[in-house]
């Protein structure tokens, strides 16, 4: 078997989702998804630089290839590189699978569990708008709740913003009670000094983890909060290969692993990031703010992973572009099931894509009360 083109797709539906499909000659296409919001055409331009490396290869060398897709150009290839990298994975195991007829958590292992425990995103708002909120999903069957550190409109002051993030978990464990998990996304938006105010006001309120409390950039600003808190803390949506997640990992500065499958290097990448977390205790809670084929992706790692501890689940599968993707990954009840298709168990049809034309913009931004930039 081998490769015989590469696309790209870029989607727009509420915002813009980056798709690469994988062609060979058997007639097995693969999808793969890449996960640096609002850059798609970076990701595009790398995805053709790499395509005349790939053309005429045999796409089940996954190892290989991954190796070669990183390598190749000499200098790495960045953020930007990995998540272009990711998506052409990720295609190239669901061509493995469906080649070889068995589901990607086979070749994972299998699976270790039956169901995967998911959370939704609670978008927004007034804080008791969000309790109620926070009520229908526990009704529906969820067991954890996700939101984020609380902005006023565009601005954010970050002494404010860690009283009302107090008040607002606060708000939210008197709704859904005690057994209910929840997780609040600082989002990156804090300095470690204002982080370590928040973990510690946070600890009586069990929050399940804090995600990203400080900025990916310097992992030692995790070390330092780390030394404060005794909080769960989770790190990693936006590190790219096992080489950003190393000395994090390595010090024991993080409690959850927020890798990304569509930004980190796809399958390939993401199994040997978890194998390491396994020796530091350290359980996935992978990054899934993106599509169908991402969450697809992420439900197989979950199925066949030991140390796996909850699945974000922003958009319920099949709700969202379901004429694209007309059959996408089971869920029920806040929790998704194996599926029992090969590959990916998802299904692509090209013929929707006219249907879904990119969205124009930029990431949200946030302020500060003197008008500079800070977090979004
Ligand atoms: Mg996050």
């Known amino acids: 078997m081998k490769i015989t083109a590469i696309n790209t797709h870029i989607v727009g539906e509420g915002r813009n989702f980056f798709f690469v499909t994988v062609e060979t ?53 960045g953020r930007i590189g990995a998540a272009a990298i990711s998506a052409i994975d990720i295609a190239l195991w669901d061509i493995k699978g469906k080649a070889l007829g068995v589901p990607c958590y086979e070749l994972l292992g299998g699976l270790v569990r039956d169901r995967v425990v998911c959370y939704p995103h609670v978008p927004d708002d007034n804080f008791a708008a969000m309790a109620e909120d926070s009520v229908r999903h526990v009704e529906a069957g969820w067991k954890f709740i996700r939101f984020n550190l609380p902005s006023e409109g565009d601005r954010l002051e970050p002494r404010r913003a860690v009283r009302q993030g107090v008040e607002l978990v606060s708000t939210l464990r008197d709704a859904v009670g005690p057994e209910i998990e929840l997780i609040i996304d600082v989002h990156t938006r804090l300095d470690p000094s204002d982080a370590v105010t928040l973990c510690r006001e946070l600890e009586p309120l069990r929050p399940f983890f804090v995600e990203d409390p400080v900025r990916c950039e310097n992992p030692a600003a995790i070390g330092r909060l780390r030394q404060h808190t005794a909080v769960p803390i989770a790190m990693g949506e936006q590190w790219a290969t096992k080489w950003e997640f190393r000395e994090a990992l390595e010090n024991d500065w993080f409690d959850f692993a927020r890798i990304d499958l569509c930004n980190v290097g796809g399958f390939t990448e993401t199994q040997k990031i978890i194998g390491w977390c396994e020796t530091h205790y350290i359980p996935i809670a992978l990054h899934n703010p993106l599509g169908p084929v991402s969450t697809a992706a992420c439900l197989h790692v979950d199925l066949a992973t030991s140390n796996f501890a909850v699945q974000e689940c922003a958009r319920i599968p099949g709700v969202v572009l379901a004429d694209l993707f007309p059959v996408q990954v089971p869920f029920e009840n806040g929790f998704m099931l194996p599926p029992d298709k090969p590959g990916l168990g ?9 249907r879904y034309p990119r969205v124009e913009g930029d990431c949200p931004r946030l302020s500060r009360d003197d008008g500079s930039f800070t977090n979004w």
């Open 25 to 77: 000659d058997a007639g097995i296409t693969g999808v793969g998804e890449g996960g640096i919001s609002w850059r798609e055409d970076a990701m595009a331009g790398f995805v053709h630089a790499l395509t005349p490396s790939l053309i005429g290869q045999n796409p089940m060398r996954t190892e290989h290839l991954w190796q070669l897709m990183l390598r190749c150009g000499f200098f790495p290839g």
């Open 346 to 354: 998802i299904e692509f049809d090209e013929s929707a894509l006219s």
